[in-house]
T-cell receptor, first 117, second 113 residues
Framework: GAGVSQSPRYKVAKRGQDVALRCDPI?????LFWYQQALGQGPEFLTY????????KSGLPSDRFFAERPEGSVSTLKIQRTQQEDSAVYLC???????????????FGPGTRLTVL | QKEVEQDPGPLSVPEGAIVSLNCTYS??????FMWYRQYSRKGPELLMY????GNKEDGRFTAQVDKSSKYISLFIRDSQPSDSATYLC?????????????FGKGTRLSVIA
């Protein structure tokens, strides 16, 4: 497929469990973003990668949240010791970086809906 | 006060109506402005992307940006039931796709046949 894919689409976790969410960006897209979307809200930024480098993690809500992109392609968002307030849709987006250094628009995946019981 | 304000609605209109959606923002560093459409249980889908103040038209959709007033709008002409979705405005700073998007809350639109 040509779009951003995410897995799993749905995840139910018991409070205290660790979860890992996967994002496959569009092939060739250098930039990758994670966003969190609470019910009835717009997406909120979590973290940003350019290739394998995590350039901005200012939106991660706590040290229980960790993201990686070791080979500059697939990314994983890990949440340790999940809490009920972590229940949300986690969206991944990717974009090109033009030769000018200016980025292109961001394309979103379908999201992973996390429910913490 | 949030950086981007958007009336969440819901907004309900009859088929064929002209729909007007808008957002205001407070950060003058925002340079790129987007409208995304999000269907239930799907990811946001890009509708319109603008850089400068003025109008941009694409089919039934027109995006307006007024940087002096920090106000952006999306107009949908001849609205269809298939336009029923949540519309999110989004914007980012110079650097475009390299900088995080800041979203409004989204406006839920229903177009009634």
């Amino acid at each position: 497929g040509a779009g951003v894919s995410q897995s799993p689409r749905y995840k139910v976790a018991k409070r205290g469990q660790d979860v890992a969410l996967r994002c496959d960006p569009i092939s060739g897209h250098v930039s990758l973003f994670w966003y969190q979307q609470a019910l009835g809200q717009g997406p909120e930024f979590l973290t940003y990668f350019q290739n394998e480098a995590q350039l901005d993690k200012s939106g991660l809500p706590s040290d229980r949240f960790f993201a990686e992109r070791p080979e500059g392609s697939v990314s994983t968002l890990k949440i340790q010791r999940t809490q009920q307030e972590d229940s949300a849709v986690y969206l991944c987006a990717s974009s090109l970086v033009r030769t000018s250094g200016i980025g292109d628009t961001q394309y979103f995946g379908p999201g992973t809906r996390l429910t913490v019981l | 006060q949030k950086e981007v304000e958007q009336d969440p609605g819901p907004l309900s209109v009859p088929e064929g109506a002209i729909v007007s959606l808008n957002c205001t923002y407070s950060n003058s560093a925002f340079q790129y402005f987007m409208w995304y459409r999000q269907y239930s249980r799907k990811g946001p889908e890009l509708l319109m992307y603008t850089y400068s103040s003025g109008n941009k038209e694409d089919g039934r959709f027109t995006a307006q940006v007024d940087k002096s007033s920090k106000y952006i709008s999306l107009f949908i002409r001849d609205s269809q039931p298939s336009d029923s979705a949540t519309y999110l405005c989004a914007m980012n700073r110079l650097g475009g796709g390299n900088t995080p998007l800041v979203f409004g809350k989204g406006t839920r639109l229903s177009v009634i046949a």
